[in-house]
């Protein structure tokens, strides 16, 4: 039950007098309370999204073909059944991502996949984490992660792949590893892994585990941002561009769902963007989580947020962070 994607809801919905029920110490699922008011929730996810919204927005398949029939832009998909339909579909885009439909964390992802070998090889490892695969036209660009809460743009992160800075004697697979040592020390899940899937991102960056980078050279070895494959993340709410965020929150709309997270891959050069995820399970976690914690409690128990109160005991404290939030949200 306690992992950051918990503690951070849990320990702000304390701080402002809601009451927390672990459900089931084993799993993260807890209820939030405030007088008859309880939501119950599963790290983020709430009851308030009903199933067939989750499965639109969660399975990449679905929410893929649901954005393009509203005109969002979203890369070419292809949902794997046949490879001469495969192969026929790598022909035509060159570079494609295969995917499992409904996995997280960048499980089983395979990023610019160019050879029938490799599709072969992608679509197979894949299926090891479900039936449903996707082959997905490879774009480029940023990858940024926009968060609404209540349909309100409150957040936004940059994500990048995992690097690793030479020192001019270790290997990169010696960096590697001492790197995960180092992130496994303050969590576990945020590790480069190092599998076939990495060797062969490797070699498509012109890498491989056995060089010996310089010493203070940074080196790419991951295609995918995923904080559990290694990668990092940076706020950048200020910087998003609004024409990026009306998109976000017409997408948040047209789902209807009280939070979302919208990964973007947004080539600023070209002026292009796709829509590659839409997250009802958001994680709310370092670094925006503090700040995107405060308003989804605000919108699972509207005045529950003490500075918003007159004459609650905790107002003063939680007032000052509840003024620097807004701050932090209105820098230019
Ligand atoms: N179409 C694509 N083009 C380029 N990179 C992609 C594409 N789809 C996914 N990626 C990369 O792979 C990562 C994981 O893919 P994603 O679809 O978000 O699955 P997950 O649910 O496992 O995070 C993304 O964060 C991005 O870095
Ligand atoms: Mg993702």
């Not at 509203?70 to 192969?87: C, D, I, N, R, Y």
């Not at 991951?222 to 009306?246: F, K, M």
């Amino acid at each position: 039950m306690n992992s950051v994607y918990t503690t951070t809801i849990t320990r702000a919905a304390r701080a402002r007098g809601l009451r927390v029920t672990v459900l089931d110490p084993s799993q993260p699922v807890f209820e939030l309370r405030r007088g008859r008011a309880a939501v119950r929730c599963f790290n983020a996810l709430t009851d308030r999204v009903g199933a067939a919204t989750f499965f639109l927005a969660n399975h990449k398949h679905a929410a893929n073909q649901f954005l393009r029939r509203h005109g969002f832009p979203v890369p070419a998909q292809l949902k794997f059944s046949t490879w001469a339909a495969a192969e026929k579909f790598l022909a035509r885009h060159r570079h494609i991502v295969v995917k499992p439909c409904m996995q997280w964390g960048g499980r089983g992802v395979a990023v610019d996949v160019r050879t029938p070998a490799e599709l072969r090889a992608a679509v197979r490892r894949a299926q090891t984490f479900e039936d449903e695969v996707v082959l997905e036209q490879c774009v480029s660009g940023e990858d940024q992660r926009l968060i609404l809460v209540g349909g309100k743009y409150v957040a936004a992160i940059r994500r990048t792949p995992a690097t690793v800075t030479g020192d001019g004697r270790r290997t990169l697979a010696q960096l590697i590893r001492r790197q995960n040592r180092r992130a496994c020390a303050a969590d576990s899940s945020h590790r480069i892994p190092l599998d076939t899937e990495t060797r062969r991102q490797l070699a498509r960056l012109g890498h491989d585990l056995a060089e010996v980078p310089s010493a203070g050279v940074r080196v790419q070895v991951r295609l995918t941002s995923n904080y559990h494959t290694g990668g990092d993340a940076a706020v950048i709410t200020a910087e998003v561009t609004p024409s990026l965020r009306r998109v976000a929150q017409r997408v948040a709309r047209l789902y209807g769902l009280p939070m979302v997270g919208i990964d973007f891959l947004v080539d600023a050069r070209r002026g292009k963007f796709w829509i590659i995820e839409v997250s009802p399970d958001l994680a709310i976690s370092p670094p925006e989580g503090a700040t995107v914690v405060e308003y989804f409690l605000d919108d699972l128990f509207p005045g529950s947020r003490p500075g918003k109160q007159a004459g609650l005991p905790w107002g003063g404290k939680l007032k000052k962070a509840g003024r620097q939030l807004d701050n932090a949200l209105t820098v230019p």
